[in-house]
């Protein structure tokens, strides 16, 4: 598999990053940024972090600094820290470098070159996405597949809009772009993520392993399972997007989706960026999106233990 990774590095996306990076299956072959969890220059640090500690060398792109519309951005630090890597302090600071052109641009340019060869797994924000499809309208026709981390289904988000998932919050006018442009995403809704979490015990026995990848694991985890264990609502380690990219590296994974039609809310004043999924087919339009419903965790958890080990 030929895999283009769009990520707001982030706790979680550092754990899917290198999951693909570990999986012997996949070629990493681009890494495009995006503000989301923090500002995109913190991403692009935390992104050549990940690269130097797997030994791994991928070209990474510098993408979207702000959502599509301004005014509604803000950075989740409670859960990422400020630096978006939950505070690590590793020995060296990178010396990585993005390549010149914008993530946008990389983006239409690789498919392009390899039109249905990608698989792109988008892990933060779909800004750089909606750009793409702006650069070039043939863009989506040429993707092999999409898979992003984002949206809710049943209005359980995890924002100040309380039906709204973050990911689809920072940029919802890019999900309406993206969603109507691509036939068949895959989505990796929040909901989705709250029903196929690790337990604390898994995760103790991970973080514990006591492998240079594990170290890091649980050196930016901490913070974050800290301020996860406060809520009773959180049924153990959550795992957003090593759950999207797990079902990107092995779609077996996949126990339950639905091809349905999904689009989002602009305008509600709670509920600006709640995607909304018509299982009924009420609406009439075409279906877009495979909502993933359930799939095997202990699959996922063993992708996991591989990779830490
Ligand atoms: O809502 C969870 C998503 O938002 C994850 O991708 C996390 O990294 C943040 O980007
Ligand atoms: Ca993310």
Known sequence: MRLI??????????????????HPG???EAITTVTGNVHVDKVVHNVFTVLDLMR????????????????FWEPEERVHGADGLGGYRGERQTRGKTEPEAAAV????????????????ALGPLTNLALACRLDPSFPDK??????????????????????????????????????????????SWETTLKHSFSWQQYDTLAGLGTP????????????????????????YLLPDPLAMAITLEPGLIVESQHLYVTVELQ??????????????????????????????????????????
Request: with cysteine.
């Open 106 to 121: 990389a983006l239409v340019r690789l498919v392009n070159q390899a039109p249905g060869a990608y698989t792109i797994v």
């Open 213 to 236: 990848a594990a170290d890091f694991f649980h050196a930016i985890t901490t913070s974050t399972v800290q301020f996860l264990r406060q809520f009773r609502q959180v049924p153990g």
């Open 268 to 309: 509600g004043m709670l509920t600006r960026g709640q995607t909304v999924v018509d299982y009924m087919g009420i609406s009439q339009r075409a279906p877009n999106v495979h909502v993933v419903t359930a799939l095997n965790t202990a699959g996922v958890y063993d992708l996991f233990y591989r990779m830490l080990s």
């Open 5 to 22: 990774i769009d990520t707001d590095a982030g706790v979680d996306d550092a754990q899917a990053i290198m999951l693909a990076l570990a």
């Open 143 to 188: 993707v092999g597949a999409l898979v992003f981390m984002g949206g809710t289904i049943s209005a359980l988000g995890n924002t100040r809009n309380l039906t709204a998932e973050f990911n689809a919050f920072c940029d919802p006018e890019a999900v309406l772009v993206t969603l109507d442009a691509f036939p068949a995403a895959t989505m990796l």
């Open 26 to 28: 996949v070629r990493v």
């Open 56 to 71: 791994a060398r991928v070209p990474v792109y510098r993408g979207a600094d702000q959502p599509l519309v301004p005014g």
